[in-house]
């Protein structure tokens, strides 16, 4: 069965400094991994999604995440934050080949300070 | 693409009496998932909706809870005879046809109080 770690559950960061959120899965086959923010009393908003090719992946809103299979990692990042991106992010995996019930972290709590 | 729609979006309830929920999924869609999410955490799978057919029942926290899919369209979860613990939101999703590699679209979800 497959596993989703989210390291850190908060990250506190003043305003256009860089962030990265880290993410790390356990699996034994092929992942398509995924990166959702949820805004307060809302439901989750798809990032960005990582199924093949290139392992840089770019998503809204000036997020984008690299894949590294040799370390099982899907890191979020985002050179300069607004205040607008305060928010839950959370990582998932699904296997190829398996099923289509996705594994999600725990979340990182991202705080933006002026 | 209207989204995803669930009704209502806040329940308040006294322990013990039976609350049901509704989920509209995006029209194309034919996965449909229910989720709980309580504070600080990610979303907990409770079960899934192919069409009609529900694939994944065992995961549903207790007899207690149920849900259903009628016509492959809309779908209801309903929890009898509610608990203190059974406080959170609710989430539903939906994703198209193909593989395990499509995204799912969430709904604002529905958030039980339990008095």
């Known amino acids: 069965a497959q596993s989703v770690t989210q390291l850190d559950s908060q990250v506190p960061v003043f305003e256009e400094a860089p962030v990265e959120l880290r993410c790390n899965y356990s699996?034994?086959?092929?992942?398509?991994l995924f990166w959702y923010v949820q805004y307060p009393n809302q439901g989750l908003q798809l990032l960005l999604k990582?199924?093949?090719?290139?392992?840089l992946v770019k998503g809204i809103n000036g997020f984008e995440a690299e894949f590294n299979k040799s370390q099982t990692s899907f890191h979020l990042r985002k050179p300069s934050v607004h205040i607008s991106d305060t928010a839950e992010y959370f990582c998932?995996?699904?296997?190829?080949?398996?099923?289509?019930?996705?594994?999600f972290g725990r979340g990182t709590s991202l705080i933006v300070h002026p | 693409d209207t989204g995803v729609s669930q009704d209502p979006r806040h329940k308040i309830t006294k322990r013990g009496q039976n609350v049901t929920f509704r989920c509209d999924p995006i029209?194309?869609?034919?996965?449909l998932y229910w989720y709980r999410q309580t504070l600080g955490q990610g979303p907990e799978f409770l079960t899934y909706?192919?069409?009609?057919?529900?694939?994944?029942k065992s995961r549903l926290l207790s007899d207690r809870f149920s849900a259903e899919r009628p016509k492959g369209s809309f779908s209801t979860l309903e929890i009898q005879r509610t608990e203190q613990g059974d406080s959170a939101m609710y989430l539903c999703?939906?994703?198209?046809?193909?593989?395990?590699?499509?995204?799912?679209?969430f709904g604002d979800g529905t958030r039980l109080s339990i008095l």
């Open positions: 998932a995996v699904t296997l190829s080949g398996g099923s289509y019930i996705p594994t």
């Open positions: 999703a939906s994703s198209g046809t193909g593989g395990v590699n499509q995204p799912q679209h």
């Open positions: 990582y199924l093949s090719g290139s392992t």
């Open positions: 909706f192919q069409n009609e057919a529900q694939l994944e």
């Open positions: 029209s194309e869609h034919n996965r």
């Open positions: 699996s034994s086959v092929s992942v398509y």
